[in-house]
Nanobody
Framework: QVQLVESGGGLVQPGGSLRLSCAAS????????MGWYRQAPGKERELVAS???????NYGVSVKGRFTISRDNAKNTVYLQMNSLKPEDTAVYYC?????????????WGQGTQVTVSS
C-alpha cells in the first residue's frame, strides 16, 4: 500500500511564502515524475510544477519565477516553495507521483492541502 501525505498548507497574506511537502511511503521500487497540481473552486485542476527523477522541472505559466519545486529521492519527498503569493494562488494543492512497484507503475495522489492567500 502506497500513501502520499502532504503538509504545509495554510493561510498567508499576499506577498508571503509557504512551503509544501509531500512524502510517499509504502512498498516503493522507485519514483519517476513528482508534481504539484491545484484546484480552485469552480475551476479545473491544473499543473503547478513537476520534476523528473533526473531533476528536470516544468512550471505552470502563472507560477513561473515565484514557485520552486524540488525533491529528495532518499526521503521519497517532493517540495514546493511558494513565494510572492497572490490571492489567485488560493486553491487546494495536490501532490502527484508516478510510483514504480514490483508489479508495475501508476499515478498516486495526495489528499490535498488548502492554501489560502488573503489579507
Amino acid at each position: 500500500q502506497v500513501q502520499l501525505v502532504e503538509s504545509g498548507g495554510g493561510l498567508v497574506q499576499p506577498g508571503g511564502s509557504l512551503r509544501l511537502s509531500c512524502a510517499a511511503s509504502g512498498s516503493i521500487f522507485g519514483i519517476n515524475v513528482m508534481g504539484w497540481y491545484r484546484q480552485a473552486p469552480g475551476k479545473e485542476r491544473e499543473l503547478v510544477a513537476s520534476i523528473t527523477s533526473g531533476g528536470s522541472t516544468n512550471y505552470g505559466v502563472s507560477v513561473k519565477g515565484r514557485f520552486t519545486i524540488s525533491r529528495d529521492n532518499a526521503k521519497n519527498t517532493v517540495y514546493l516553495q511558494m513565494n510572492s503569493l497572490k490571492p489567485e494562488d488560493t486553491a487546494v494543492y495536490y501532490c502527484n507521483m508516478y510510483i514504480l512497484k514490483a508489479t508495475g507503475g501508476r499515478d498516486y495522489w495526495g489528499q490535498g492541502t488548502q492554501v489560502t492567500v488573503s489579507s
